[in-house]
């Protein structure tokens, strides 16, 4: 006979399951941020494209189930309509960039004497359409990498990590980075109560009767969450003496300031030298700061 005590033995050993690891919503926007600028660092399609298919892969494996989650299609659909509207442009009001190589011609209008500079219409090159792509696709590729931080970060989690100085900045962070998320959940919503009516969800009429109440929805609902937040006490400050008040302002901006002249030191070539020195002291001066308003 079989040894019954192995079988369950066996059949008792729990079964592992892959746990999820959650990185901070600081770090996904970090990394977001540190795609936008290798994006705005190149015109080269097929590393704007290895950037956008990157994003897109790291949502598709990473993202959760929460509404907020599902505003990367919306960015990506953006991203889509900015590329087209350029080219567009393109062709209808001319480029800069001289071409050689005319692919078709549009009806040129007329225009007076004061709106010399500007054409409508006349012939299309590749140069301009090629010239007008790249720059297209590279404010694409910034699009998408905003989008898959809000597809990524939660936006909860991220106002709980910032420091209670910036009590007016974080509700105005509330409205802004919450108005998106409700906005995508919304217009899912109505467009599935449409449909359920038998009523068109697309095109011009279903986008002019879904759009108000969505957009109306989305602010009010930020608003509020602002006004919870207000309500709950959240930001409120205590009576701190006047020297230590001076201190923190002097820090912050201080810091900020040093922030700035390394930035720019960094970007100009005559800055080399002292461009992160002072960007390094001013993060140090701006974090001090921070840190210390925060405990009021």
Same mark, same amino acid.
């Given at each position: 006979?079989?040894?019954?005590?192995?079988?369950?033995?066996?059949?008792?050993?729990?079964?592992?399951?892959?746990?999820?690891?959650?990185?901070?919503?600081?770090?996904?926007?970090?990394?977001?941020?540190?795609?936008?600028?290798?994006?705005?660092?190149?015109?080269?399609?097929?590393?704007?494209?290895?950037?956008?298919?990157?994003?897109?892969?790291?949502?598709?494996?990473?993202?959760?189930?929460?509404?907020?989650?599902?505003?990367?299609?919306?960015?990506?659909?953006?991203?889509?309509?900015?590329?087209?509207?350029?080219?567009?442009?393109?062709?209808?009001?001319?480029?800069?960039?001289?071409?050689?190589?005319?692919?078709?011609?549009?009806?040129?209008?007329?225009?007076?004497?004061?709106?010399?500079?500007?054409?409508?219409?006349?012939?299309?090159?590749?140069?301009?359409?090629?010239?007008?792509?790249?720059?297209?696709?590279?404010?694409?590729?910034?699009?998408?990498?905003?989008?898959?931080?809000?597809?990524?970060?939660?936006?909860?989690?991220?106002?709980?990590?910032?420091?209670?100085?910036?009590?007016?900045?974080?509700?105005?962070?509330?409205?802004? &980075?919450?108005?998106? $998320?409700? +906005?995508? !959940?919304?217009?899912?919503?109505?467009? %599935?109560?449409? *449909? #359920?009516? =038998? @009523?068109?969800?697309?095109?011009?009429?279903?986008?002019?009767?879904?759009?108000?109440?969505?957009?109306?929805?989305?602010?009010?609902?930020?608003?509020?969450?602002?006004?919870?937040?207000?309500?709950?006490?959240?930001?409120?400050?205590?009576?701190?003496?006047?020297?230590?008040?001076?201190?923190?302002?002097?820090?912050?901006?201080?810091?900020?300031?040093?922030?700035?002249?390394?930035?720019?030191?960094?970007?100009?070539?005559?800055?080399? &030298?002292?461009?992160? $020195?002072? +960007?390094? !002291?001013?993060?140090?001066?701006?974090? %001090?700061?921070? *840190? #210390?308003? =925060? @405990?009021?």
């Amino acid at each position: 006979m079989p040894d019954t005590g192995v079988r369950a033995a066996r059949t008792t050993v729990p079964v592992r399951s892959r746990a999820r690891f959650e990185l901070h919503p600081g770090a996904w926007w970090l990394w977001s941020l540190g795609l936008g600028t290798a994006a705005t660092r190149t015109t080269n399609p097929l590393l704007l494209a290895l950037l956008m298919a990157v994003a897109g892969y790291v949502v598709a494996v990473h993202r959760s189930s929460a509404p907020w989650a599902r505003s990367y299609t919306a960015f990506a659909k953006l991203a889509v309509a900015v590329l087209l509207i350029r080219l567009a442009f393109t062709a209808v009001l001319g480029s800069p960039v001289p071409g050689t190589h005319v692919l078709f011609t549009l009806p040129e209008i007329p225009l007076p004497a004061w709106a010399q500079g500007i054409r409508l219409g006349g012939p299309v090159s590749a140069e301009a359409l090629l010239f007008s792509g790249y720059n297209g696709l590279k404010l694409a590729a910034l699009l998408v990498c905003v989008g898959a931080a809000n597809a990524l970060a939660s936006p909860a989690k991220l106002l709980k990590s910032l420091p209670g100085a910036l009590y007016e900045a974080g509700v105005a962070v509330v409205v802004a &980075l919450t108005f998106a $998320p409700h +906005l995508i !959940a919304d217009v899912q919503r109505l467009r %599935a109560a449409r *449909r #359920l009516r =038998g @009523r068109p969800d697309r095109g011009v009429r279903g986008l002019f009767q879904v759009g108000l109440p969505v957009l109306e929805g989305a602010l009010e609902r930020s608003v509020a969450l602002a006004a919870a937040m207000d309500a709950r006490g959240y930001g409120r400050t205590a009576e701190v003496p006047a020297p230590v008040r001076r201190m923190t302002t002097a820090l912050t901006l201080g810091g900020l300031l040093g922030v700035c002249a390394g930035t720019y030191g960094l970007l100009t070539a005559e800055g080399g &030298l002292y461009g992160m $020195p002072v +960007l390094l !002291a001013g993060a140090l001066a701006a974090l %001090a700061g921070l *840190r #210390l308003g =925060g @405990r009021r």
